[in-house]
DNA sequence: TGTATAACATATCAGACTGATATATTATAC
DNA sequence: GTATAATATATCAGTCTGATATGTTATACA
């Protein structure tokens, strides 16, 4: 039982909640879940249609819309697999900066490249932290509603105190890069 | 010039500072580079290949030593490829962490499930934590012994940082699913 | 009313990279 | 003397990305 493909998983996990289209799925993937997981449509559509026949999930034409929209539900078998899935120990946990190896190399460009670099990504926390703290009221709010909201807001302060942290080390790595010899 | 690959600009980057062995290089990714960046062998031997195909870097055998041993070198054209590619803007920092994943679709499975997985990211973070704090110590004593130390430093109190922050963000995630209804 | 633009929706593919595996040699521990 | 760990290179099936293609429907605004 082991091996279980990621993409699988996820969104299994995202159907376990509402059924979706492909298009939806991604939408999850690129607002929710992008701060700790990612995936593209290359992955998604081909996996809709495994997890179809392996019977882990079911596909409905929509007739409602005009549009030619394909709607997934989770099944038993699905919700069993997502489960399992969910008891097994971590394999990786993994971050990929290239931040942080563009700052490694960086004596071979100089401290004004790497300070560009610092900033680049000073800017662009700055810009993600408040849709993470919109989020963190919002599920304050509705905590009681849904009792998944509990498990949202895990990850929402993970990504909150994260970034705090992020904006202080980019504080003092410039202090740092301006400041030693 | 656009469309680096990232496993030639990181051995280019590791290259810069020393000529190693595609073992070596290795070695480098799972100690040094590894939280931040990984790589496999199946990405760096075709790699170091095509390296020295394209003169970015130059293949000796080594004689001294009685293995089978190919060292590697950068070459000047490797030197102007690695700077080109610093001083283009991040493309990617990407987060993947399948604890977070589990934990916000932790409401299949319940607390208990959600606390194994937070008690296992926390213990592997107090595992690795001291390596960081002595790679500190040793890049602090030695700052201006190598022009580079500072920006390895840089990439340390990153990981310092975060590291910290992941352990209070345990212990209050652990209070938020015991708290909680 | 027309029409440009954004959003919705699915699909495919070359190429990058992982994780596993194979193979062989040399150093070290006991 | 020998088992084990470390050194060293290589390959490959399978996963996933990033780009691209294609077409539809809703919205903005003139």
Redesign the interface.
């Known amino acids: 039982m082991a091996n279980e493909k990621?993409i699988d998983?996820?969104i299994l996990?995202l159907l376990?909640h509402e059924e979706l289209t492909g298009y939806e799925i991604k939408k999850r993937m690129d607002t929710t879940?992008k701060?700790?997981?990612?995936a593209s449509y290359g992955s998604i559509y081909p996996a809709l249609n495994d997890l179809v026949h392996r019977g882990l999930a079911t596909k409905r034409e929509d007739t409602s819309s005009k549009r030619n929209k394909q709607i997934y539900n989770i099944t038993e078998n699905g919700?069993d697999y997502?489960?399992k899935?969910?008891?097994l120990?971590?394999?990786?946990?993994?971050?990929?900066?290239?931040?942080?190896?563009?700052?490694?190399?960086?004596?071979?460009?100089g401290e004004e490249?790497?300070l560009i670099?610092i900033e680049?990504?000073e800017k662009?926390i700055k810009e993600e932290l408040p849709y993470l703290l919109h989020a963190e009221t919002i599920l304050n709010e509705s905590?009681?509603e849904d009792?998944?909201h509990?498990?949202?807001?895990?990850?929402v302060?993970?990504g909150i105190?994260?970034y705090?942290?992020?904006l202080?080390?980019c504080k003092?790595?410039k202090k740092?890069?301006a400041g030693?010899?």
């Open positions: 990621k998983c996820v996990g376990s879940l701060y700790f997981w990612s919700r997502l489960k899935w969910l008891s120990p971590i394999e990786k946990d993994e971050l990929r900066y290239e931040t942080l190896l563009k700052l490694f190399f960086g004596s071979e460009k490249q790497a670099h680049a990504f662009r905590l009681n009792t998944a509990k498990y949202y807001l895990l990850t302060e993970f105190k994260t705090q942290t992020y202080e080390w003092e790595a740092l890069l030693g010899q």
